[in-house]
């Protein structure tokens, strides 16, 4: 299975650039995995009646799913979204998006605290574990469509970084070690 990840500069330019390094510094899924960051890559084009999804979900106990479509004319408020997707946070709950059509990028922090970008095309299943600092931007093709799975009823809140003291923070960490 293949991934496209990288560490990005810190530059200013457009967010939704990759921001790779020169040379660029890929980051392979052994490492990703060491991080708790799953990745795995589906058929979308069946996603309706997936049998592989439907075991994923089946074995994860994702009762949870909905779909958003991430442009300018389809979803509401959505300069607002696009920036709070993009402020750094974490959530109490893993974060698993499905991408069926478009593309995008998910930054997670590693142990040192650096951004790396993963780069999210149609088919790819992401999950982030709970407690991680990341973010989330559209890339310049400004469209995506994607699956949000769940365990149970859906808690979308975000806690903006800092979030060192909340315990999740905390059990993150450790599983780190
Ligand atoms: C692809 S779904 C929008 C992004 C989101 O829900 C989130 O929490 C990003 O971190
Ligand atoms: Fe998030």
Redesign the pocket.
Known sequence: MDIDAWYINSSDEDQRKPHRLEPNKPVSLDELEKLGVFYRKLDADIYESDPELEKICKDQGYTYMDI?T?NKDALPNYEE?LKM?FEE?L?MDD?I?Y?LDGR?Y?DVRDKEDRWIRIAMSKGDLIT?PSGIY???TLDETNY?K?M?LFVGEPV?K?YNRPADDLEIRKKYLDSLH
């Open positions: 958003i991430i979204k997707f946070h959530h974060e998006r991408i995008a998910f982030l990341h973010r989330f995506t994607a949000r979308w975000a």
